[in-house]
């Protein structure tokens, strides 16, 4: 593989060598192909953006790009990176909504340029939202028609490429800044891990905003040369069948997901929507961006592979914004490893193999370290490597590794610039909690801020969740939470939130699915659940990948801001 000293080289070679081959495909919910990019026309379109920006705005400056589904996202982004203008990719603020992040990450990155569509730039709730930040507001379509050209220097490898604002599923958002360098290093581990080449073809339904919809998806197909087919989050959430079928249409080697999607596939499959659907091209089905389930993976299997789909195709993956995005992963071709460990064992941070069935829990391998990366293992307090099957905290070492975040000082010191014990850095803290076997392969167990202590023992609150959500269908998968909370004495006690399905709400027996929730509980974990909140669906709080928000979860909770059901 060529090597690159920024994406926009990247950029550019890809227009030279395969200019009219296509880079981007839009399509709608029912499969319609609305908008299409070649890499020439990305490039000319980008580099007539950049040249409006250069006199709007001076390079370092920030530029937030909020956008609904579409190929003019891409667009906005390469033309920001022409620019020497970092950007800075924001969800959609909801309509009123108090809950989103944007307040958070617009004073923190500061930006002085906002660039939207031109539909959404009449919206008033967004000029009402970002009024007191004095933005400039720049209307982007897929146009090439530069009206006057600019001189841009080649960006150097260290210069910022963006701020990927972490999800935040335990604190507020953090703009992790993400160099030249950081990004085509982790597209050269991303390439090498998946094998892909340019008839890699991708279909990607996650945003754009997040890392592994904009980095694993869109420009990773880019920086191979394949082409990426993108639909809408919400077209995927109403009808995830028509991701399978532009898979199918596509003869896509490559779709990725968080776990939740692979589930939804699953609930919403019926056989007469399925005709014509042949998913033998999929070569890589990769799971990530939230714990991994071996549930999931033997469901969506048995479903899918009438359909062609091969079970070798299964790729569970781990992976953060602060390493760019990919840290660990298997090869391709090779399927899944899992591995059944002792519960009262994790309970001590040890992987020990289960005493019996009733102490069997299944955990899914996410990989092992990417090639020029190392993976350590360390005790969270004393910062001490630990030996293999010894649970810790999951440390990672790479020239993907960012090295700062934007106006965070401590935080950049203490999580991206950590030491350990007798050894040299720089090395990121990912705050994740996990264990490598022996043979390198890496085991995420859960996050330890999440991770709920009560009498003394630790609990994994993703573990009594699944208990949860596995007693009625009216309780929605993966829409609850488990946190703790101090009692009146000052001990921590149980609570659980879980949403109940639209179609339950009016049938569902609150005072009985209590008591069948406190018994499973009791039996699988010997823990009492004090409090139980059963909630409408869409209530919990989430992150913009589908990671359950325990920590606002249990704020809202305490403020009486989780209105229940029943």
Not at 33 to 56: G, V
Not at 62 to 75: D, H, K, N, S, T
Request: charged share 25%.
């Amino acid at each position: 593989m060529e090597t690159f000293r920024s994406l926009v080289a990247v950029l550019a070679r890809r227009a030279a060598d395969q200019g009219d081959d296509r880079a981007y495909v839009f399509v709608s919910d029912r499969g319609t192909e609305e908008a299409a990019l070649t890499f020439r026309q990305l490039h000319d379109a980008a580099t007539a953006l950049a040249s409006r920006l250069i006199a709007t705005a001076r390079p370092g400056d920030r530029a937030i790009l909020v956008f609904p589904p579409g190929i003019e996202f891409l667009v906005a982004f390469f033309g920001c990176l022409m620019a020497g203008i970092i950007a800075v990719p924001m969800m959609m603020p909801r309509r009123n909504s108090a809950r989103d992040a944007s307040a958070a990450i617009l004073a923190n990155c500061a930006p002085s340029v906002a660039l939207t569509t031109s539909a959404f730039a009449l919206r008033d709730d967004l000029h009402a939202r970002f009024e007191r930040e004095r933005i400039r507001w720049v209307e982007v379509d897929l146009s090439s028609d530069a009206s006057e050209a600019h001189e841009m220097p080649e960006p150097a490898p260290n210069d910022v490429v963006f701020l990927q604002y972490t999800s935040g599923s335990t604190s507020e958002p953090k703009g992790v800044m993400v160099s030249h360098a950081n990004l085509l290093a982790n597209l050269e581990m991303i390439r090498l891990a998946l094998g892909n080449t340019r008839q890699s073809t991708y279909v990607n339904w996650v945003p754009l905003y997040h890392d592994m919809g904009l980095i694993l998806n869109a420009l990773q197909a880019l920086y191979v040369g394949a082409t990426c087919v993108l639909m809408a989050p919400n077209a995927f959430m109403q009808r995830p069948l028509g991701w399978l079928r532009a898979i199918s249409h596509y003869r896509a080697e490559v779709a990725c997901s968080p776990n939740f999607g692979f589930d939804l596939c699953v609930s919403r499959h019926r056989a007469e929507q399925m005709d014509g659907i042949d998913l033998s091209s999929l070569r890589i089905a990769l799971n990530g961006a939230e714990p991994v389930q071996a549930d999931t993976i033997a469901r969506f299997t048995a479903t899918f592979a009438p359909y062609g789909f091969d079970p070798r195709a299964v790729y569970p993956a781990y992976g953060m914004a602060e390493a760019t995005l990919l840290i660990s992963s298997g090869k391709r071709g090779d399927g899944h490893v899992t591995r059944s460990v002792s519960r009262a064992g994790l309970q001590a941070h040890s992987a020990d193999a289960p005493s019996d069935a009733g102490d069997t829990q299944v955990l899914v391998g996410s990989g092992r370290a990417l090639i020029g990366e190392r993976i350590a293992i360390v005790e969270p307090d004393s910062h001490c490597r630990l030996q293999a099957d010894r649970v810790g905290e999951i440390w990672i070492s790479g020239a993907n590794v960012a090295r700062a975040y934007w106006r965070n000082d401590e935080a950049t010191r203490e999580d991206l610039n950590a030491e350990i014990a007798g050894e040299d850095g720089p090395w990121l803290r990912t705050g994740d909690l996990g264990f490598l076997d022996e043979s390198g392969e890496l085991f995420v167990t859960g996050r330890i801020k999440d991770l709920i202590i009560i009498r003394g023992i630790n609990h994994y609150p993703q573990d009594i969740e699944r208990t949860v959500q596995s007693l009625d269908e009216g309780l929605r998968e993966n829409c609850g939470a488990a946190f703790s909370v101090p009692d009146e004495s000052g001990e921590e006690t149980l609570v659980i939130v879980q949403e109940v399905e639209r179609t339950a709400r009016r049938t569902i027996d609150t005072a009985e699915i209590k008591g069948q929730i406190r018994e499973a509980i009791a039996d699988s974990h010997e823990l009492s659940a004090r409090h139980i909140a059963l909630i409408r669906p869409g209530r919990l709080p989430k992150t913009t990948s589908g990671k359950i928000q325990r920590k606002l979860a249990r704020r809202l909770w305490l403020d009486g801001g989780l209105e229940e059901i029943g």
